[in-house]
């Protein structure tokens, strides 16, 4: 996800409107390319890092397909890495892995 299409959806209400679900917390990082990419990537990336405790997939589920998700892909290309702790179960994982197969 680039950093640009983050800052625009933040903008537009991000994290404000609907608010972030209380068992959810967002780090954002930006992560800018080094000068030898050799143009793979130029423009600076948003790491956004969701942590939610054990037990709360249907919940991130909920608020990554419903808000983050489309929010983002409104102002730009999104792009998932998925941790440790997503269960084989997720629908977000599972749909990602549906759509790629």
Request: net charge negative; hydrophobic share 45%; charged share 15%.
């Amino acid at each position: 996800t680039e950093w640009s299409t983050l800052m625009a959806a933040i903008d537009a209400g991000l994290f404000s409107s609907p608010s972030l679900p209380s068992e959810l917390a967002i780090v954002l990082k930006r992560v800018s390319p080094s000068e030898n990419t050799v143009g793979c990537w130029t423009e600076p990336a948003a790491a956004i890092d969701i942590q939610a405790p054990v037990g709360s997939a249907a919940i991130l589920d909920e608020y990554v397909d419903s808000v983050l998700y489309p929010s983002l892909a409104t102002y730009g290309t999104v792009g998932l890495h998925f941790g440790k702790r997503v269960p084989s179960g997720s629908m977000v994982l599972n749909a990602t892995l549906e759509k790629y197969a």
